[in-house]
């Protein structure tokens, strides 16, 4: 199977059994992790809520000291020095953030994560060995901690008053749950493009990454590079209905499995995304891939028919040719 790095294709794989193995290896390539997405993010709120609101932090550290590659202070008044001492009031997701409340009164001070790709929150005891690249550890009064690490250093910490001021906050869509399928509909019409683009566009809802949007994309039965004007309006509603009990369903499998290890990621359940050349749960067919823009799309091409791949296909055929 022809693949080419030149371009935003990368490569289109229906597997047959003979193309199974080289996918898999392609993924290795291309896959550096997985990036939390609502499910996990919102368990992981559900522990901090449990596990460190009404906790006051003693210190900060920041790893390397000086070197603050994840620390965005936005109040200018200092990171460590404006964190000392305060208590963890809530701790609420919007979207792909973790907002941590410290203070309401008499100004608001807020601590808000954007993980990215690889950013994790990690509950440790003081004796626990760090892991690496472990960047900021939060000292609490009752003797715990609260550890932020990132692998790529991507993720960032921001210190504010004012959360209009965090980069891709303010211009957010809404909560898949806060939509009413009128408000879905209205909402995707000015979007024309493919439908998986448009899930992941935080603009339009917040919260659906690359992995819950093949979720999502497969229990609603639509290929992921149809475009949105080809869907009829049954469709729209099927997906609507998919967006929430894919997104509902995953957060109590995630509650079960992540338990209180906010540092863990569940995703084993899932059942098409990251599962190329394994049977779809549903007919049994290969789960098929297809990489662009260093994103994974897995689908399958049973159920959920349609989009380009016919002329994705044929795109890479030539390139064999060529070869
Ligand atoms: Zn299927």
Redesign the pocket.
């Known amino acids: 199977m022809a693949a080419r790095r030149d371009n935003s294709l990368l490569f289109c794989i229906s597997p047959q059994a003979s193309d199974v193995y080289s996918s898999v290896n392609i993924i290795g390539v291309l896959y550096n992790g997985a990036m939390p997405e609502l499910p996990e993010l919102e368990v992981v709120c559900e522990v901090l809520n449990r596990r460190i609101a009404g906790q006051t932090i003693r210190s900060v550290r920041v790893f390397p000291p000086g070197g603050l590659v994840v620390v965005r202070d936005l109040t200018h008044e200092g990171f460590e020095v404006s964190l000392a001492g305060k208590t963890f009031k809530t701790i609420e997701r919007r979207g792909k953030f973790i907002i941590f409340t410290l203070q309401v009164e008499p100004a608001p001070l807020l601590l808000v994560l954007n993980p990215k790709l690889t950013g994790r929150l990690q509950l440790a005891s003081p004796a626990e060995k760090k892991k690496q690249k472990t960047l900021v550890i939060f000292e609490l009064e009752s003797g715990g901690e609260l550890r932020f690490r990132d692998q790529k250093q991507m993720g960032q910490l921001y210190l504010t008053r004012d959360l209009e001021t965090i980069p891709d906050f303010s211009g957010m869509g809404p909560e898949p749950f806060d939509i009413s399928l009128e408000q879905f509909r209205e909402r995707i019409k000015p979007y024309h493009g493919e439908i998986k683009g448009i899930l992941t566009r935080g603009s339009f809802v917040a919260g659906i990454g690359n992995a819950y949007a093949d979720e999502i994309l497969w229990a609603a039965r639509i290929h992921p590079y149809r475009k949105r004007t080809s869907l009829t309006a049954v469709e729209i509603e099927t997906l609507y209905h998919a967006v929430q009990s894919t997104l509902m369903n995953a957060v109590g499998i995630v509650r079960d499995q992540m338990g209180e290890r906010i540092d863990l990621e569940p995703r084993e359940f899932f059942a098409v995304h990251m599962k190329t050349g394994q049977p ?1 749960p ?2 049994g ?1 290969p789960i098929s891939v297809i990489g662009a823009n260093q994103r994974i799309t897995n689908f ?1 091409r ?2 959920q028919p349609g989009g380009l791949i016919k002329g994705m296909g044929s795109a890479v055929r030539k390139d064999k040719e060529k070869a």
């Open positions: 779809c549903r007919d067919t399958c049973t159920c």
